[in-house]
């Protein structure tokens, strides 16, 4: 009988107010996360991507309890994260941890390196005196940079360097699972794949889970055991990374494909889907997609897809999903 996924998350639901006018008056709702479910399970990495505005950042951090959900339900090792107050809560967040977009937003620049990295040592009462210090230069080693780094501020540092310090800071309380939200945008394209291998290893050697939110799908492919597509504050794809990179069955998931860069001219491009992305003030009825797909059918205009499995392990929030035609890469097209 399979073990229970680390993580469970059911049907999240999270908005935002949208004021307009001098006054600030609220003009609207903005579901920015709307039904989404998803699930990790020990020792893999779940890919979560989408353009930007998606929701995927807010999923991130309505699961970490950094925004409050509206509705829904997160369970992390059979726990109801939800439920959580006080000293629980503060339990889970040893369990629980984050690296953030920005390498260098994300750390106090007033603080040096060592107390960037001991702050949650500290806060969980997990070391002290002469075995922080040691504890905070094991884990400088362990991210790949010298333990000498721990006497200098964030501002002496390279952009890959930094976000070597947020997962060091990351890992110092032993969590399970860690979101990490778009931790190689920011950085170079050689520094992005030292970044993707460093995480890959600390995975393997450490046990981790991850929830890899990207923009990026060629870099999600090369860390993520399975792929969830967001599309509007919903998940419109769902499998293993495998199947979603031979066979998508969305159309957007497609779309999204294509636009990955090639190293050849005559590939693939780098323009995103066609057209406007609708309004999340007002999402078009029906599947939000149909207004930039070129496989809609009436159907698609007139009523919203549910998520459905269509094959073992692959789930898909389309009508048309079994009828597109197999895909080929742009590349094979050209």
Known sequence: MAS?????????VKGFPVQSGSLGRARGRVRAVDGV?????????LGLVGESGCGKTTVGRCILRLLEPDGGAVRFEGEDVLALRGRALKGLRRRMQVVFQDPFSSLD???RVRDIV?????????ASGSALRERVRALLSQVGLDPSAEDRFPHEFSGGQRQRIGIARALAVEPRFIVCDEPVSALDVSVQAQVINLLSDLRRDLGLSYLFIAHDLAVVEHISDRVAVMYLGQ???RTDRDTLYRDPRHPYTRAL???VPAERPEGRGASPPGGDVPSPLDPPT???FHPRCAFAVDECRRVEPQLREIAAGHAVRCHVAESLPPYAP???RS
Do not use: F, N, Q, Y
């Open 109 to 111: 620049p007033r603080m």
């Open 235 to 237: 998940i419109v794809e």
């Open 4 to 12: 229970p996924p680390l993580l469970e998350v059911e049907s999240l």
């Open 37 to 45: 479910s998803l699930d990790v399970r020990a020792g893999e990495t």
């Open 286 to 288: 029906g599947c939000r």
């Open 330 to 332: 742009r590349e094979a």
């Open 257 to 259: 494909l294509d636009s």
């Open 118 to 126: 001991a702050e949650g040592l500290v806060v969980h009462g997990l």
